[in-house]
C-alpha cells in the first residue's frame, strides 16, 4: 500500500475484490458447511493478507468452524479432492479442491501449562473466543462464509485499527499469550520482516522480559520462523528486533556478539551494523525474487570477527581469517538448527570465499590475479559463484565513495575476466584432460589411491595453465609419475 491515507472501508472493499478472486471455492465450502447446519469463519492470515492486499491466488485460506473434525471428515469427503487429517488430534482437517488447498480448525479454547509450547486441547463453542487466543490482533479477525461466499466481518479485538496503525499487539496481556507459546515472540519479529509493522510498547516490554523462554520451543521449528523472518521484505527490522529483545541470544547469539567488533576500517559502530547492511544490499541485488541461502550468507558472513579480533600496535583493528572460522562457526550454527547438509555447505562456503576477492588487486587496481587464480576461484565456488558474486558486491559498504568505485569496478573485471575464460573453458566443470580410466590405462596400474593422486596433479596443471592437449597430459601425467620413481 502506499502512504496515502486508507479507510477503513477501502480496506473492507479491497479485501472483497480479494476474496472475490476465490469466490467459486469459498462458496462451495459455505454451501457444504451451511447444509451440514454448522458455521464457517474465513480467519487468521488469510484475512489479515486479504486487507494488506498480499493474497495470492497460491496462498493457502485458513478457516474456523464450530464443527467438531470427525463431523467435518462425514461432510467433506464427497466435495473435497483430498482429505488429510493428520492435525485432527489438534482440530485441524486439511482439504484439497482443485488447486487450493484448505485447512479448517475447530474452534479453539485451548490452556497451556507455561512450561511446553504444547496445549491442552479444549474446542470452543463461539468464534469470540477462539479469536482471543490467536496471537496477533492483525491475526485475530475473520469473515464468515455462506452459500453465497464472504459475509460479514468480525473484528472483536480491534485487528482493523491495528493494521490501521501498522502496530502488533496481542489480543490478551503480552505475558500471558508469550508464556502460552513462546514462538509467538519469534513471531513478532517474522512479522516486523513480513508486513513492515513496529511492535506495541507492551510487547516490547514482554519480549525484552521473557526472551529466554524461547529455550522450549524445539529448532526445526525456529529454523522455520528464521527463514520466513529472513525471506521477509525488510530482513533487517526482523532481525533487529531480535537481537535488540534477547531473542537472539537464544537463537542465534553470534548475530548478536558482532555488536562487540569495531570493524577494522572504522566505518561503522560496529560489525553488527555492517553485516545488517550487507544483507539489506543483497536482498537489493537479488534478481529472481527472494534467495535464502544468500541472506543466510550475508548476514553471517563476518560471524568470525568477534573470535578473530586483534588490536595492533598503529592502532587499528584486526580480524585475520575470519572468514576460516566465521564458517566453521556457520557450520555449528546451522547444524544445531538442524537445517540440511546442502544448506548446511552452501551458507558456509559462501562465509568461507566471501572475502576471497580482497586479494584480487591492490588499492590501486593492479597486481591482479592470473588466469590460474581466476579459475581456482569459479571452480572453488562452483554452483554459488552468482550468488558469491552477489555476496561480494553487497560486502561493498564503504562510505569513500571513490573506494566504493575502485572495488566495484575490480569486481566488473573479475567477472568480465570469468566471462572471457569461460568462453574458450568450461569453467563450470574444471576437470583434468584424463579421466580414472585413461590414468590406469596410460600408467598400466589397478584402481586404487595412486589413481586419485594422479587425478589431482592433473586438475591442478588444468587450474594453473588451463586445458592441455590429451598428448600434453599424457606426457605430464608420464613426468609426474616417472619422478616418483
Not at 570477527?305 to 564458517?327: C, L, M, N, Y
Not at 547438509?341 to 590501486?364: C, E, I, T
Request: hydrophobic share 40%; proline share 4%; charged share 30%.
Amino acid at each position: 500500500m502506499s502512504d496515502a491515507v486508507v479507510t477503513d472501508a477501502e480496506l473492507l472493499a479491497g479485501a472483497l475484490v480479494s476474496l472475490n478472486h476465490r469466490a467459486e471455492v469459498l462458496r462451495g465450502l459455505g454451501a457444504v458447511f451451511a447444509a451440514a447446519g454448522h458455521e464457517l469463519y474465513l480467519v487468521g492470515g488469510s484475512v489479515r493478507d486479504a486487507l494488506l492486499g498480499r493474497l495470492t491466488e497460491h496462498s493457502d485460506l485458513d478457516f474456523t468452524t464450530d464443527a467438531r473434525p470427525e463431523e467435518m471428515l462425514k461432510f467433506l469427503r464427497p466435495w473435497a479432492d483430498a482429505l488429510w487429517d493428520t492435525g485432527i488430534d489438534f482440530g485441524t482437517v486439511g482439504i484439497g479442491k482443485g488447486e487450493h488447498r484448505l485447512e479448517i480448525t475447530t474452534f479453539r479454547a485451548d490452556s497451556y501449562d507455561q512450561v511446553s509450547r504444547n496445549p491442552t486441547v479444549e474446542f470452543g463453542d463461539n468464534l469470540d473466543d477462539d479469536l482471543v487466543r490467536r496471537d496477533f490482533t492483525a491475526n485475530a479477525m475473520a469473515v464468515r462464509i455462506t452459500a453465497d461466499g464472504p459475509a460479514e466481518f468480525h473484528d472483536p479485538l480491534g485487528g482493523l485499527a491495528a493494521i490501521q496503525a501498522k502496530v502488533l499487539d496481542t489480543p490478551s496481556a503480552p505475558q500471558v499469550s508469550f508464556g502460552d507459546d513462546p514462538l509467538r515472540m519469534l513471531r513478532a519479529a517474522r512479522f516486523v520482516s513480513q508486513l513492515g509493522f513496529g511492535v506495541a510498547p507492551r510487547v516490547l516490554e514482554a519480549l525484552l522480559e521473557m526472551a529466554p523462554q524461547l529455550e522450549r520451543i524445539t529448532v526445526e521449528r525456529v529454523a522455520a520462523e528464521l527463514d520466513k523472518l529472513l525471506l521477509g521484505k525488510d530482513p533487517v527490522a526482523g532481525v533487529d528486533l531480535m537481537v535488540q529483545t534477547g531473542l537472539g541470544d537464544v537463537v542465534l547469539p553470534e548475530v548478536g556478539e558482532m555488536r562487540m567488533a569495531i570493524d577494522e576500517h572504522h566505518q561503522h559502530k560496529d560489525v553488527y551494523w555492517h553485516s545488517l547492511t550487507v544483507l539489506r544490499q543483497a536482498v537489493d541485488l537479488e534478481d529472481e525474487g527472494p534467495d535464502l541461502v544468500l541472506r543466510w550468507a550475508a548476514l553471517l558472513h563476518d560471524i568470525g570477527k568477534p573470535a578473530t579480533r586483534k588490536h595492533e600496535s598503529d592502532g587499528g583493528v584486526s580480524f585475520h581469517h575470519h572468514e576460516v572460522v566465521g564458517a566453521k562457526m556457520t557450520r555449528k550454527r546451522m547444524r544445531a538448527l538442524k537445517y540440511s547438509k546442502q544448506m548446511v555447505d552452501d551458507v558456509s562456503q559462501l562465509v568461507y570465499l566471501h572475502l576471497r576477492f580482497h586479494g584480487y588487486a591492490d588499492d590501486k587496481g593492479t597486481g591482479k590475479w592470473t588466469d590460474s587464480a581466476v579459475r581456482r576461484y569459479v571452480t572453488d565456488a562452483g554452483p554459488l559463484l552468482g550468488r558469491l558474486h552477489k555476496l561480494v558486491r553487497a560486502d561493498c559498504t564503504t562510505r569513500n565513495k571513490r573506494r566504493a568505485a575502485r572495488l566495484q569496478a575490480n569486481y566488473d573485471d573479475l567477472e568480465n575476466r570469468i566471462t572471457e575464460l569461460a568462453a574458450k573453458e568450461d569453467l563450470q566443470r574444471v576437470r583434468p584432460d584424463l579421466d580414472g580410466n585413461e590414468i590406469m590405462e596410460i600408467l598400466g596400474i589397478p584402481a586404487g589411491p595412486q589413481i586419485g593422486e594422479a587425478w589431482r596433479y592433473l586438475k591442478e596443471l588444468r587450474l594453473d595453465h588451463g586445458p592441455l592437449s590429451r598428448e600434453q597430459a599424457i606426457d605430464e601425467l608420464l613426468k609426474w609419475w616417472n619422478a616418483r620413481g
